[in-house]
């Protein structure tokens, strides 16, 4: 969780948190940078996963098939 100076911003940098709308349920969720950034690496991270994981299946179809 963000604290509240890092959800206002700093006086050099006063740019304001970042705001998203759920288009299902109408409510509005904020998030500070760091929130932002820490959902962006778990899915950049579960997107990797699941890429070398199909990577690895294909390459185990490759040797049994003896290509």
Do not use: F, I, W
């Amino acid at each position: 969780m963000c604290s509240d100076t890092a959800r206002r911003g700093s006086a050099a940098h006063s740019a304001p948190h970042t705001t998203n709308a759920s288009t299902t349920t109408g409510a509005a969720v904020s998030l500070c940078p760091a929130e932002v950034a820490a959902a962006k690496l778990t899915a950049c991270e579960a997107a990797y996963r699941t890429a070398r994981t199909a990577l690895q299946e294909c390459r185990e179809l490759v040797l049994a098939d003896g290509l």
